[in-house]
Protein backbone atom coordinates (compact mmCIF):
# COMPACT_ATOMS: atom_id res chain seq x y z
CA UNK A 1 0.00 0.00 0.00
CA UNK A 2 1.38 3.27 -1.20
CA UNK A 3 0.72 6.53 -1.03
CA UNK A 4 0.44 6.62 -5.03
CA UNK A 5 -2.39 4.41 -4.43
CA UNK A 6 -4.88 7.13 -3.43
CA UNK A 7 -5.68 8.76 -6.34
CA UNK A 8 -8.23 7.35 -8.91
CA UNK A 9 -6.68 7.63 -12.31
CA UNK A 10 -4.16 5.25 -13.77
CA UNK A 11 -1.28 6.77 -15.33
CA UNK A 12 1.94 5.29 -16.24
CA UNK A 13 5.32 7.06 -15.46
CA UNK A 14 6.92 9.08 -12.40
CA UNK A 15 4.39 11.82 -11.07
CA UNK A 16 5.78 14.31 -8.41
CA UNK A 17 2.84 15.21 -7.28
CA UNK A 18 1.77 11.95 -6.68
CA UNK A 19 4.93 11.14 -4.77
CA UNK A 20 5.63 14.95 -2.97
CA UNK A 21 3.84 13.99 0.60
CA UNK A 22 6.12 10.78 0.42
CA UNK A 23 9.17 12.88 -0.46
CA UNK A 24 8.29 15.89 2.00
CA UNK A 25 7.69 13.29 4.74
CA UNK A 26 11.70 11.67 4.23
CA UNK A 27 12.62 15.20 4.29
CA UNK A 28 11.18 16.03 7.98
CA UNK A 29 12.46 12.59 9.00
CA UNK A 30 15.76 13.48 8.28
CA UNK A 31 15.70 16.91 9.83
CA UNK A 32 14.61 15.19 12.92
CA UNK A 33 17.21 12.97 12.81
CA UNK A 34 20.13 15.63 11.79
CA UNK A 35 18.43 17.83 14.69
CA UNK A 36 18.92 14.98 17.43
CA UNK A 37 22.16 13.84 16.35
CA UNK A 38 23.65 17.70 15.86
CA UNK A 39 22.04 18.23 19.44
CA UNK A 40 23.36 15.12 21.00
CA UNK A 41 20.18 14.12 21.68
CA UNK A 42 20.01 10.78 20.06
CA UNK A 43 18.02 9.21 22.69
CA UNK A 44 14.67 10.81 21.05
CA UNK A 45 15.66 8.41 17.92
CA UNK A 46 14.34 5.69 19.77
CA UNK A 47 11.38 3.34 18.48
CA UNK A 48 9.48 3.69 22.14
CA UNK A 49 10.38 8.15 21.23
CA UNK A 50 8.89 7.47 17.98
CA UNK A 51 5.96 5.90 18.67
CA UNK A 52 5.05 9.02 21.10
CA UNK A 53 5.90 11.42 18.51
CA UNK A 54 3.03 9.42 16.40
CA UNK A 55 1.01 9.02 19.66
CA UNK A 56 0.76 12.85 19.78
CA UNK A 57 -1.08 13.35 16.82
CA UNK A 58 -3.91 10.95 16.76
CA UNK A 59 -6.42 13.36 17.70
CA UNK A 60 -5.22 16.01 14.67
CA UNK A 61 -5.11 12.53 12.27
CA UNK A 62 -8.80 11.65 12.98
CA UNK A 63 -9.77 14.25 12.50
CA UNK A 64 -7.60 15.43 9.38
CA UNK A 65 -9.35 11.81 7.58
CA UNK A 66 -12.76 13.41 7.83
CA UNK A 67 -11.48 16.99 6.92
CA UNK A 68 -10.17 15.19 3.48
CA UNK A 69 -13.35 14.29 2.57
CA UNK A 70 -15.02 17.74 2.56
CA UNK A 71 -11.78 18.82 0.66
CA UNK A 72 -12.11 16.35 -1.60
CA UNK A 73 -15.66 17.74 -2.94
CA UNK A 74 -14.25 21.59 -2.59
CA UNK A 75 -15.61 22.30 0.44
CA UNK A 76 -14.04 22.86 4.18
CA UNK A 77 -15.00 22.42 7.71
CA UNK A 78 -14.19 25.01 10.15
CA UNK A 79 -16.57 23.82 13.05
CA UNK A 80 -14.44 20.74 13.66
CA UNK A 81 -12.77 22.02 16.69
CA UNK A 82 -15.83 23.32 18.72
CA UNK A 83 -17.55 19.85 17.70
CA UNK A 84 -14.15 18.14 19.74
CA UNK A 85 -14.97 20.30 22.53
CA UNK A 86 -18.77 19.49 22.55
CA UNK A 87 -18.48 15.61 21.66
CA UNK A 88 -15.59 15.45 24.37
CA UNK A 89 -18.46 17.01 26.88
CA UNK A 90 -20.96 15.72 26.22
CA UNK A 91 -19.72 12.19 26.10
CA UNK A 92 -18.01 12.62 29.56
CA UNK A 93 -21.09 14.08 31.25
CA UNK A 94 -23.25 11.13 29.90
CA UNK A 95 -20.21 8.73 31.41
CA UNK A 96 -19.77 10.67 34.78
CA UNK A 97 -17.59 7.72 35.53
CA UNK A 98 -20.53 4.46 34.86
CA UNK A 99 -19.32 2.43 32.64
CA UNK A 100 -22.48 1.46 31.88
CA UNK A 101 -23.16 4.40 30.73
CA UNK A 102 -20.04 4.35 28.06
CA UNK A 103 -22.11 2.66 25.28
CA UNK A 104 -25.04 5.53 25.44
CA UNK A 105 -22.17 8.13 25.48
CA UNK A 106 -20.73 7.21 22.36
CA UNK A 107 -23.79 6.73 20.73
CA UNK A 108 -24.94 10.47 21.83
CA UNK A 109 -21.55 11.87 20.63
CA UNK A 110 -21.51 10.19 17.05
CA UNK A 111 -25.51 11.59 17.02
CA UNK A 112 -24.09 14.92 17.62
CA UNK A 113 -21.22 14.97 15.31
CA UNK A 114 -23.73 13.34 12.25
CA UNK A 115 -26.22 15.95 13.34
CA UNK A 116 -23.71 18.72 13.07
CA UNK A 117 -22.02 17.22 9.72
CA UNK A 118 -26.00 17.03 8.24
CA UNK A 119 -26.58 20.34 8.98
CA UNK A 120 -23.40 21.80 7.42
CA UNK A 121 -23.74 20.28 4.71
CA UNK A 122 -27.25 21.05 3.77
CA UNK A 123 -26.46 24.45 4.40
CA UNK A 124 -23.26 24.62 2.06
CA UNK A 125 -25.31 22.59 -0.70
CA UNK A 126 -28.70 23.33 -0.54
CA UNK A 127 -28.45 27.31 0.89
CA UNK A 128 -25.38 27.72 -1.67
CA UNK A 129 -23.68 29.58 1.62
CA UNK A 130 -19.86 29.43 1.06
CA UNK A 131 -18.94 26.29 3.30
CA UNK A 132 -16.04 28.48 5.34
CA UNK A 133 -18.96 30.99 6.53
CA UNK A 134 -21.51 28.15 6.63
CA UNK A 135 -18.91 26.03 9.04
CA UNK A 136 -17.30 28.72 11.02
CA UNK A 137 -21.21 29.72 11.79
CA UNK A 138 -21.78 26.15 12.86
CA UNK A 139 -18.48 26.74 14.87
CA UNK A 140 -19.56 30.12 16.82
CA UNK A 141 -22.87 27.72 17.80
CA UNK A 142 -21.67 24.94 19.17
CA UNK A 143 -19.04 27.25 21.09
CA UNK A 144 -21.66 29.72 22.46
CA UNK A 145 -23.67 26.84 23.52
CA UNK A 146 -20.76 25.43 25.50
CA UNK A 147 -19.63 28.60 26.88
CA UNK A 148 -23.81 29.06 28.42
CA UNK A 149 -23.28 25.65 30.04
CA UNK A 150 -19.92 24.65 30.96
CA UNK A 151 -16.95 26.95 32.04
CA UNK A 152 -14.32 24.04 33.24
CA UNK A 153 -13.88 20.42 33.34
CA UNK A 154 -17.01 18.43 33.15
CA UNK A 155 -18.43 14.80 33.79
CA UNK A 156 -15.93 11.92 34.56
CA UNK A 157 -14.94 8.59 32.44
CA UNK A 158 -14.39 5.75 33.49
CA UNK A 159 -11.36 3.43 33.80
CA UNK A 160 -12.50 1.48 31.20
CA UNK A 161 -13.15 3.71 28.55
CA UNK A 162 -9.48 5.13 29.29
CA UNK A 163 -8.10 2.07 27.34
CA UNK A 164 -9.02 4.07 24.27
CA UNK A 165 -6.28 6.24 24.88
CA UNK A 166 -3.96 4.24 27.56
CA UNK A 167 -4.67 0.99 25.91
CA UNK A 168 -1.62 -1.04 24.53
CA UNK A 169 -1.59 -3.96 21.84
CA UNK A 170 2.29 -5.10 22.86
CA UNK A 171 4.42 -1.79 22.45
CA UNK A 172 2.04 0.17 20.37
CA UNK A 173 -1.12 2.34 21.52
CA UNK A 174 -4.34 0.84 20.84
CA UNK A 175 -5.78 4.33 19.50
CA UNK A 176 -2.43 4.73 17.45
CA UNK A 177 -3.83 1.25 15.57
CA UNK A 178 -7.26 2.28 15.63
CA UNK A 179 -5.97 5.71 13.57
CA UNK A 180 -4.59 3.28 11.11
CA UNK A 181 -7.67 1.24 10.40
CA UNK A 182 -9.91 4.45 10.38
CA UNK A 183 -6.77 5.48 7.17
CA UNK A 184 -7.42 2.04 5.79
CA UNK A 185 -11.38 2.23 5.88
CA UNK A 186 -11.10 5.74 4.48
CA UNK A 187 -8.77 4.87 1.74
CA UNK A 188 -10.59 2.18 0.95
CA UNK A 189 -13.88 3.87 0.51
CA UNK A 190 -12.17 6.45 -1.60
CA UNK A 191 -10.45 3.95 -3.67
CA UNK A 192 -12.98 1.24 -4.67
CA UNK A 193 -16.81 2.38 -3.68
CA UNK A 194 -19.06 4.43 -6.17
CA UNK A 195 -19.73 6.57 -3.43
CA UNK A 196 -15.83 7.50 -3.47
CA UNK A 197 -15.68 8.06 -7.57
CA UNK A 198 -18.87 10.71 -6.95
CA UNK A 199 -16.66 12.41 -4.20
CA UNK A 200 -13.39 12.91 -6.91
CA UNK A 201 -15.88 13.22 -10.01
CA UNK A 202 -18.11 16.27 -7.50
CA UNK A 203 -14.76 18.17 -6.53
CA UNK A 204 -12.95 17.91 -9.79
CA UNK A 205 -15.86 19.59 -12.19
CA UNK A 206 -19.47 19.32 -9.86
CA UNK A 207 -21.40 20.77 -12.80
CA UNK A 208 -19.70 17.96 -14.94
CA UNK A 209 -20.73 15.52 -12.23
CA UNK A 210 -24.39 16.58 -12.18
CA UNK A 211 -24.90 15.99 -15.88
CA UNK A 212 -23.63 12.69 -15.54
CA UNK A 213 -26.76 11.59 -13.28
CA UNK A 214 -24.57 11.98 -9.41
CA UNK A 215 -26.55 13.42 -7.08
CA UNK A 216 -23.92 15.88 -5.96
CA UNK A 217 -25.72 17.27 -3.24
CA UNK A 218 -25.91 14.01 -1.58
CA UNK A 219 -22.33 13.60 -1.99
CA UNK A 220 -21.45 16.73 -0.61
CA UNK A 221 -23.85 16.42 2.48
CA UNK A 222 -22.62 12.93 3.11
CA UNK A 223 -18.66 13.96 2.77
CA UNK A 224 -19.66 16.51 6.01
CA UNK A 225 -21.39 14.04 7.67
CA UNK A 226 -18.11 11.62 7.66
CA UNK A 227 -15.95 14.62 8.52
CA UNK A 228 -18.42 15.38 11.77
CA UNK A 229 -18.23 11.88 12.47
CA UNK A 230 -14.38 11.87 12.43
CA UNK A 231 -14.08 15.20 14.82
CA UNK A 232 -16.95 13.45 16.88
CA UNK A 233 -14.69 10.29 17.45
CA UNK A 234 -11.19 12.68 18.09
CA UNK A 235 -13.52 14.21 20.97
CA UNK A 236 -14.21 10.84 22.08
CA UNK A 237 -10.27 10.11 22.11
CA UNK A 238 -9.37 13.46 23.93
CA UNK A 239 -11.78 13.08 26.37
CA UNK A 240 -10.61 9.29 27.35
CA UNK A 241 -6.98 10.89 27.28
CA UNK A 242 -8.03 13.73 29.94
CA UNK A 243 -10.27 11.38 31.56
CA UNK A 244 -13.08 14.12 31.25
CA UNK A 245 -14.43 16.40 29.16
CA UNK A 246 -13.24 20.13 28.52
CA UNK A 247 -14.96 23.33 26.36
CA UNK A 248 -11.30 24.25 25.40
CA UNK A 249 -9.98 21.48 24.36
CA UNK A 250 -11.08 21.90 20.47
CA UNK A 251 -10.01 25.25 20.38
CA UNK A 252 -6.59 24.83 22.52
CA UNK A 253 -5.43 22.23 19.61
CA UNK A 254 -6.43 24.51 16.54
CA UNK A 255 -7.48 21.24 15.08
CA UNK A 256 -9.75 23.53 12.51
CA UNK A 257 -6.86 24.75 10.74
CA UNK A 258 -3.95 22.40 11.61
CA UNK A 259 -6.48 19.79 10.30
CA UNK A 260 -6.83 21.56 7.12
CA UNK A 261 -3.19 21.96 7.07
CA UNK A 262 -1.91 18.57 7.39
CA UNK A 263 -4.24 17.44 4.38
CA UNK A 264 -3.21 20.61 2.01
CA UNK A 265 0.51 19.36 2.78
CA UNK A 266 -0.39 15.46 2.27
CA UNK A 267 -1.31 16.80 -1.56
CA UNK A 268 -4.70 17.35 -1.49
CA UNK A 269 -6.21 20.18 -3.35
CA UNK A 270 -8.08 22.72 -2.03
CA UNK A 271 -10.11 23.21 -5.01
CA UNK A 272 -11.38 19.66 -4.19
CA UNK A 273 -11.13 16.42 -7.15
CA UNK A 274 -7.54 15.30 -6.48
CA UNK A 275 -5.76 13.86 -3.34
CA UNK A 276 -6.46 11.28 -0.52
CA UNK A 277 -6.02 9.89 2.79
CA UNK A 278 -2.67 8.43 2.79
CA UNK A 279 -1.10 11.98 1.33
CA UNK A 280 -3.35 13.62 4.72
CA UNK A 281 -1.35 10.77 7.06
CA UNK A 282 1.93 11.89 5.28
CA UNK A 283 0.96 15.20 5.73
CA UNK A 284 0.06 14.82 9.73
CA UNK A 285 3.62 12.92 10.38
CA UNK A 286 5.16 15.84 8.66
CA UNK A 287 3.78 17.90 10.95
CA UNK A 288 4.70 15.68 14.02
CA UNK A 289 7.98 15.25 12.91
CA UNK A 290 8.87 18.74 12.35
CA UNK A 291 7.31 20.06 16.12
CA UNK A 292 9.25 17.52 17.56
CA UNK A 293 12.34 19.10 16.23
CA UNK A 294 11.83 22.48 17.10
CA UNK A 295 10.91 20.68 20.47
CA UNK A 296 14.28 19.46 20.40
CA UNK A 297 16.16 22.30 19.16
CA UNK A 298 14.57 24.43 21.85
CA UNK A 299 12.76 26.58 19.54
CA UNK A 300 10.76 29.38 21.45
CA UNK A 301 7.11 28.71 21.07
CA UNK A 302 6.22 31.58 19.44
CA UNK A 303 9.16 31.46 17.10
CA UNK A 304 7.98 27.72 16.72
CA UNK A 305 4.35 29.15 15.64
CA UNK A 306 6.39 31.15 12.82
CA UNK A 307 8.00 28.49 11.44
CA UNK A 308 4.89 26.04 11.22
CA UNK A 309 3.02 29.36 9.24
CA UNK A 310 5.62 29.85 6.97
CA UNK A 311 5.98 25.49 5.83
CA UNK A 312 1.95 25.77 5.82
CA UNK A 313 2.17 28.37 3.21
CA UNK A 314 5.57 27.07 1.07
CA UNK A 315 3.75 23.92 1.13
CA UNK A 316 0.42 25.53 -0.38
CA UNK A 317 2.47 27.57 -2.74
CA UNK A 318 4.48 24.97 -3.66
CA UNK A 319 1.45 22.85 -4.70
CA UNK A 320 0.01 25.47 -6.58
CA UNK A 321 2.41 26.39 -8.85
CA UNK A 322 2.91 22.97 -9.94
CA UNK A 323 -1.10 22.50 -10.50
CA UNK A 324 -0.52 25.50 -12.80
CA UNK A 325 2.72 23.84 -14.75
CA UNK A 326 0.83 21.26 -15.13
CA UNK A 327 -2.45 22.79 -16.52
CA UNK A 328 0.06 24.75 -18.71
Known amino acids: MSLASDAPPARTGFRFERWAPLILLVGAF ?24 LGRSIALGITAIGQTFTILVASIDLSVASLISATAVLASVVMDGSPAMILPAVLAALLLGALVGLLNGLVVSRLKVNPLIATLGMSLIIQGCLSAFVSNFAGSVPPAFQIFAYGQIGAVPFALIFLALMA ?9 TKFGSDIYAVGGNEEAARFAGIKTERVVVASHIICSVCAAIAGLYLASRLRSGAPWIGADGVYDLESIAVVVIG ?4 AGGRGGVWGTMAGMLIFSLIDSAFNIAGVD ?20 IRSKRIAA
Request: proline residues 0%; without cysteine.
Open 267 to 270: GTVL
Open 184 to 192: VLAWAVLRF
Open 301 to 320: SFAKQVLRGIIIVAAVAFYA
Open 30 to 53: VIYVIVAVVTDQTQYLSFGNLIAI
